[in-house]
Nanobody, 119 residues
Framework: QVQLVESGGGLVQPGGSLRLSCAASGSIFSINAMGWYRQAPGKQRELVATIISTGRTYADSVKGRFTISRDNAKNTVYLQMNSLKPEDTAVYFC??????????????WGQGTQVTVSS
């Protein structure tokens, strides 16, 4: 069994910062990609950022403001969000591609954490 536990969401004023965390635990043989998605009310879920061994990718809307990082020893991925805007308001989900021993890699989702940017 694999579990992803997210934390760090909340209410912040425009221009503020938040840091999201997502810790993976359980029977993990290896972790491939780690990433963050978000879903605003009435909109489809969209990719925010991903991180793999060879680099990072970001959605154009967050480039220069958000930074994704990972701690391999803790099986944790982070999303540092700076200069937040009201349009960043959404539920943020972490997504991790995990391989368990003897199995093919598959992706797992966190439970989601609400980020609200409002004055």
């Amino acid at each position: 069994q694999v579990q992803l536990v997210e934390s760090g969401g909340g209410l912040v004023q425009p221009g503020g910062s938040l840091r999201l965390s997502c810790a993976a635990s359980g029977s993990i043989f290896s972790i491939n990609a780690m990433g963050w998605y978000r879903q605003a009310p009435g909109k489809q879920r969209e990719l925010v950022a991903t991180i793999i061994s060879t680099g990072r990718t970001y959605a154009d809307s967050v480039k220069g403001r958000f930074t994704i990082s990972r701690d391999n020893a803790k099986n944790t991925v982070y999303l540092q969000m700076n200069s937040l805007k009201p349009e960043d308001t959404a539920v943020y989900f972490c997504n991790v591609i995990i391989r368990q021993k003897g199995a093919l890699p598959r992706d797992y989702w966190g439970q989601g954490t609400q980020v609200t940017v409002s004055s």
